[in-house]
Nanobody
Framework: QVQLVESGGGLVQAGGSLRLSCAAS????????MGWFRRAPGKEREFVAA????????VYADSVKGRFTISRDNAKNTVYLQMNSLKPEDTAVYYC???????????????????WGQGTQVTVSS
């Protein structure tokens, strides 16, 4: 059974930075695509960023492109989301997710991610 545990959320002023981490259990992490999603108050969950199993390809939502960077360390079974130039509209609960299928590239399709963490709150003050 796969478990995902996010950390690194918190309160930050606009323009600041945070780095989220997602530690994964399970034997196949290094062969699974990973994604970050977020849910803002009163809104649907939305895609933020994804990375392929190898780390060789990434994809970002337009709203975070150029400000956020997704990366992974397969030796540590961990995926990261570096968030710079944060804006109040980035305030949300951030979730990491793992694709069940092996060797898939980075993708935005929420329904293909089978495992989810419990989320970590990010609050950006103006």
């Amino acid at each position: 059974q796969v478990q995902l545990v996010e950390s690194g959320g918190g309160l930050v002023q606009a323009g600041g930075s945070l780095r989220l981490s997602c530690a994964a259990s399970g034997r196949t992490f290094s062969r699974n695509a990973m994604g970050w999603f977020r849910r803002a108050p009163g809104k649907e969950r939305e895609f933020v960023a994804a990375i392929s199993w190898s780390g060789g390809s990434t994809v970002y939502a337009d709203s975070v492109k150029g400000r956020f960077t997704i990366s992974r360390d397969n030796a540590k079974n961990t995926v990261y989301l570096q968030m710079n130039s944060l804006k109040p509209e980035d305030t949300a609960v951030y979730y990491c997710a793992q694709d069940r299928q092996l060797y898939r590239g980075a993708h935005t399709t929420e329904g293909l991610y089978d495992y989810w963490g419990q989320g970590t709150q990010v609050t950006v003050s103006s």
